[in-house]
């Protein structure tokens, strides 16, 4: 007759460590809330988070405070959405940028150390219209982080509450006759400001996936435009599927609401309007018109 078993002595340690893991993955849970809302940006990239916020790129500050939108956009997305999501863009392009200035020192393929030099001193906004003088190694990095970055700075300094389309003009005739070019041209583009919202609205909502939804003046012409995962008109037709500089941008990413709105983009997308800086859309309008 066999011996009765015995437990293994190496049981208890092992069933301890099946115990804990739930425990580490709540953990883990509470101390990155954006994990759960990031399937597929960078904010939970394990290189992203170690690389540090070095090099020409930083964060830039909110030009307002993070509750300055309520009850439109919630203190809680919007610091995760900038503190985190962004600075993860801004993280990611500063290692693209490191690793061009490396593979340029060892002569591999990155290009010249002039190259690499001088796409250090772009802005994110030059980088995204000039991705193809970026050797191709890091030009998908630097397409989704250089994007990220200059697309967030633009919805930051796009989102106001209290303004309104035609209170701000670029002076001369039409200011005097209480016009604005920008509601002129949306009247004369879409029809009507209500009919151009709701056209931007159904838009932004069949952007499918991750991306974003924009106004756009290409070449004078008011156009709305959508653009996949954290590509930008300014890339050109070519690399984005559309051109023309921004004039009004929604990012329509789920990190971007789903803490308040959880599934219902359209209701975000209605949010949206309460915070659109119209002072602002108006002075990049103007300013093209010049
Ligand atoms: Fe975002």
Same mark, same amino acid.
């Given at each position: 007759m066999a011996p009765p078993t015995t437990p293994s002595p190496r049981s208890a340690p092992y069933y301890y460590f099946l115990a804990v893991i739930p425990v580490l993955l709540g953990a883990l849970f509470l101390a990155r809330p954006d994990a759960l809302f990031s399937s597929s940006d960078n904010a939970t990239n394990p290189a992203a988070a170690a690389a540090a916020a070095t090099g020409p790129h930083s964060l830039p500050a909110l030009p307002y405070a993070y509750d300055a939108l309520e009850p439109h956009f919630d203190k809680e997305t919007m610091e995760i959405h900038h503190g985190r999501h962004h600075q993860t863009y801004v993280n990611n392009l500063n290692a693209a940028l490191q690793q061009l200035s490396w593979q340029s020192q060892e002569g591999g393929a990155a290009g010249s150390s002039e190259q690499q030099q001088l796409l250090s001193v772009l802005s994110a906004d030059e980088l995204v219209q000039n991705?193809? =003088?970026?050797p191709a190694p890091q030009r998908t990095a630097v397409r989704n982080s250089a994007g990220g970055h200059a697309n967030h700075g633009f919805f930051w300094r796009g989102l106001k509450k209290g303004? =309104?389309?035609?209170?701000a003009g670029r002076g001369g005739e039409e200011e005097e006759k209480g016009g604005s070019p920008l509601r002129t041209a949306i009247e004369t583009t879409f029809g009507s400001v209500e009919a151009f919202q709701a056209q931007f609205e159904k838009a932004a909502a069949t952007v499918f996936g991750s991306g974003w939804a924009w106004l756009v003046s290409d070449e004078g012409a008011l156009k709305i435009v959508t653009t996949a995962n954290q590509d930008s008109p300014l890339m050109g037709v070519d690399v984005a599927g559309c051109s023309g500089t921004p004039i009004i941008g929604l990012d329509a990413w789920e990190h971007a609401y789903y803490l308040k709105f959880q599934n219902r983009r359209p209701d975000y997308i209605k949010a949206f309007w309460g915070v659109v800086n119209w002072d602002e859309a108006s002075r990049l309008y103007n300013a093209l018109a010049i």
């Open positions: 991705l193809d =003088k970026v303004t =309104k389309l035609g209170e």
